[in-house]
């Protein structure tokens, strides 16, 4: 079975972020994610995922002003530069930290966001990623969850990948927003699964714990077990309740956090 990271900027919200790491050990979590980490030195998070024995497997470059609503830099003419200045900041963070694998997002068709700008930029990143050892992802939303977001279908997340044409580019294959903005899901890993270094999953229509809702988790498990993927699985779901009663969606699911047989 896949092995899951806690999305930290999700679950555990009702404890600091800095105690979000130990309880996400605490229930069975090998691997972490995080949104953005640039609130905290990164010698802190780095304490955090050492004292615990966590893996931090992805994060986000910096996206722009979100409060501003901004979504990304990387489709944005004219922000090349502060794009550039933030794939640095996450190098660094991710070569302290050990992460192997960060997101860019995209950008809003308001801001500009267009391909064209996108696909020099991920080149660019990709670039200043290989030496060292990172992948760069790439993730398709759904226009529900970010209303013009320039990335929304996982056709064109397959066209991107091809037209920046390195070997450290991938895709971050959501399952709900594929299912919120295109369905399909389970015939889409069997198309696009080649490409994915790293999954996360939610419950639609809601965005819960994936054990309700719309989707049979048990049976996209198994179909990723089945498949040559051996990466992580992000849990990016906003728990219904709190966060450590909601965990029992694993049990139903068939899976335990860690990847490894369920045996119970």
Request: aromatic content about 12%; proline content about 5%; overall charge negative.
């Amino acid at each position: 079975m896949p092995r899951f990271a806690a999305n930290l900027s999700f679950l555990f919200t009702e404890l600091p972020f800095l105690d979000r790491f130990a309880a996400a050990a605490e229930a069975g979590f090998e691997g972490v994610e995080i949104l953005f980490p640039y609130d905290w030195p990164a010698s802190e998070v780095s304490a955090a995922l050492k004292a615990n024995d966590l893996t931090l497997v992805l994060f986000n470059i910096w996206p722009g002003d979100w409060a501003a609503g901004e979504r990304g830099l990387a489709g944005i003419p004219g922000r090349e530069a502060d794009f550039e200045e933030r794939v640095a900041q996450a190098l660094r963070y991710a070569d302290e930290l050990g992460c192997l694998r960060l997101h860019a997002m995209a950008g809003l068709a308001e801001h500009g966001a267009n391909f064209e700008t996108y696909y020099a930029n991920l080149s660019r990143a990709a670039r200043m990623a290989a030496s060292h050892g990172i992948d760069i992802l790439i993730e398709p939303i759904n226009s529900r969850d970010i209303p013009g977001y320039l990335l929304n279908r996982t056709e064109d997340a397959r066209t991107t990948i091809e037209a920046v044409g390195v070997s450290n580019i991938g895709l971050q294959f959501d399952l709900y927003h594929r299912h919120i903005e295109q369905g399909g899901v389970e015939n889409a890993i069997m198309e696009f699964g080649y490409l994915a270094r790293h999954y996360q999953v939610a419950g639609p229509p809601d965005r819960g714990e994936p054990d309700a809702g719309d989707l049979d988790y048990a049976a996209i498990f198994n179909l990723l077990d089945a498949s040559d993927f051996r990466g992580w699985v992000g849990c990016e779901y906003r728990p219904r309740a709190a966060t450590k009663e909601g965990l029992m969606w694993a049990q139903r699911c068939g899976v335990r956090f860690d990847g490894k047989p369920n045996t119970a």
